[in-house]
């Protein structure tokens, strides 16, 4: 079992600044790609971006790439996601998720999920 807490969400103008962390713990955190997920009211979850088990691999969705950073500290078991250039369509809840199976996409390929938190960017 891998628990996932998410913290770091907040109320921020357009064009603010956020950073996300997720903290784990129970099974080897190095192990497992970490990937970040969203999902706004009334609409699926969606893939943000994820960061392979070493850090040297990241795939990120085209509506945050050039303004969303992930990166992990294995040593401290978090993973982090800074959000620069906030917009309204960024307000989602965001989820921390971890994979056994290399940088996956699709939530399918996820094993654990943390509960989320809120981001809401007002205009």
């Known amino acids: 079992q891998v628990q996932l807490v998410e913290s770091g969400g907040g109320l921020v103008q357009a064009g603010g600044s956020l950073r996300l962390s997720c903290a784990a713990s129970g099974r080897t955190f190095s192990n497992y790609g970490m990937g970040w997920f969203r999902q706004a009211p009334g609409k699926e979850r969606e893939f943000v971006t994820v960061?392979?088990?070493?850090?040297?691999?990241?795939y990120y969705a085209d509506s945050v790439k050039g303004r969303f950073t992930i990166s992990r500290d294995n040593a401290k078991n978090t993973v982090y996601l800074q959000m620069n250039s906030l917009k309204p369509e960024d307000t989602a809840v965001y989820y921390c998720?971890?994979?056994?199976?290399?940088?996956?996409?699709?939530?399918?390929?996820?094993?654990?999920w943390g509960q989320g938190t809120q981001v809401t960017v007002s205009s």
């Open positions: 998720s971890a994979s056994r199976t290399g940088t996956p996409t699709a939530t399918g390929r996820y094993d654990y």
């Open positions: 960061i392979s088990w070493s850090g040297r691999i990241t």
